[in-house]
Nanobody, 124 residues
Framework: QLVESGGGSVQEGGSLKPSCEASGYTYSSYCMGWFRQAPGKEREGVASIYYNRGGPTFYADSVKGRLTISRDSANNTLYLQMNSLKPEDTAIYFC???????????????????WGQGTQVTVS
């Protein structure tokens, strides 16, 4: 099970750090990713990480340099540090787990088999 938290509403240029707590699994053998879905748009992959090693990481061009994916393996938690936020970052953000030690990038929905419920991020 994956449970996201830490979304919210910020002004343009602000920061947020959503988190994703994992339970019921040992995610050391998984690839983990963050996806987002804006109103009226398809869900897209924005970042991924080899959970066991804490890297390498992948970022979509639209977020590169502004978003950082990381994990705290001791607490079984995945993070997405979001800086310099833009209105176009407004979306529901989902964390997901792929039952493989390999990340295939860019992240695609059908590659991930465990999903959280999402957390809303609004930038105005």
């Amino acid at each position: 099970q994956l449970v996201e938290s830490g979304g919210g509403s910020v002004q343009e240029g602000g920061s947020l750090k959503p988190s994703c707590e994992a339970s019921g699994y040992t995610y050391s053998s998984y690839c983990m990713g963050w996806f987002r879905q804006a109103p009226g748009k398809e869900r897209e992959g924005v970042a991924s990480i080899y959970y066991n090693r804490g890297g390498p990481t992948f970022y979509a061009d639209s977020v590169k340099g502004r978003l950082t994916i990381s994990r705290d393996s001791a607490n079984n938690t995945l993070y997405l540090q979001m800086n310099s936020l833009k209105p176009e970052d407004t979306a529901i953000y989902f964390c997901a787990a792929r039952d493989s030690v390999f990340c295939v990038n860019p992240p695609q929905l059908d590659q991930y088999n465990i999903w959280g419920q999402g957390t809303q991020v609004t930038v105005s």
